[in-house]
């Protein structure tokens, strides 16, 4: 009787983590190997400049949720023109500028995230996991506004589009798993994301609905 609600937990559903998880928690260390071009030769130079402007007090986890809430709400911001992604998307070229900073956004708050917590000395596997947490619902968000853009509909190909965004993420992370070592390809999240971007400049010129339901033949 005199025990505790916590006490109580504990015994009914066992402990959330071994000992030995938790010792390995203890050791973990973030390891990445990245051959991207345009990550190299490029982007961590942009981001490399653009940390310089964050304040040291600037929480990693909070770049992590900024980035993530600025694409969820361009997103949803395309979904409200096309609730049910199939009918012609009417929304006007406005929206899909506001993806494209949506997306520019989370890209670069996600790089600097890593970043801000090495520079503060504040790196930790829990706000590795709140990063990649975020990354796997991200993936989700950009595959759901790129079948809002060419109104694919409740088709296969939406489907296709929604797995195959998760599906690289859920591989590379189980490797990583393995491994210790989370590996990033030649052509690889960086150089997806700006496709997306150039999906969406295209679709704010051009009504690209109309484009891809012509039939050719």
């Known amino acids: 009787m005199g025990k505790s609600r916590a ?3 504990h015994l009914k559903f066992g402990k959330p983590l071994t ?3 938790i010792e390995g928690l203890k050791k973990h260390k973030y390891s990445c190997v990245c051959v991207s071009y345009l990550d190299k030769y490029v982007m961590t130079h942009f981001w490399n400049y ?48 506001f993806c494209i900073l949506g997306t520019f956004l989370y890209q670069t708050l996600d ?15 829990l706000g590795e996991l709140f990063d990649h947490g975020c990354d796997s619902v991200s993936m989700f968000v950009a595959a759901l506004a790129c079948a809002t853009c060419i ?13 195959g965004s998760m599906v690289p993420f859920a591989t590379a992370h189980w490797e990583a798993y393995v491994t ?17 971007m150039a999906i969406y400049a295209f679709a704010a010129q051009y009504d690209i609905d109309s484009i891809i339901h012509t039939p050719f033949f």
Not at 182 to 190: E, M, P, S
């Open 50 to 97: 653009i940390l310089r402007f964050i304040p040291v007090w600037c929480a990693p986890n909070l770049l992590t949720i900024l980035g993530l809430i600025a694409m969820t709400s361009s997103t949803l911001m395309a979904v409200y023109y096309c609730p049910d992604l199939q009918q012609p998307c009417q929304a006007p070229g406005s929206t899909w500028y």
């Open 19 to 21: 000992d030995e998880a």
């Open 151 to 163: 109104s694919v509909g409740p088709t296969p190909l939406c489907f296709a589009m929604l797995i």
């Open 111 to 125: 790089a600097l995230d890593g970043k801000q917590a090495r520079r503060t000395g504040s790196s930790s596997p």
């Open 7 to 9: 006490t109580r937990g």
């Open 180 to 196: 210790g070592t989370l590996r990033f390809g030649y052509l690889d999240v960086t150089e997806g994301q700006f496709t997306i």
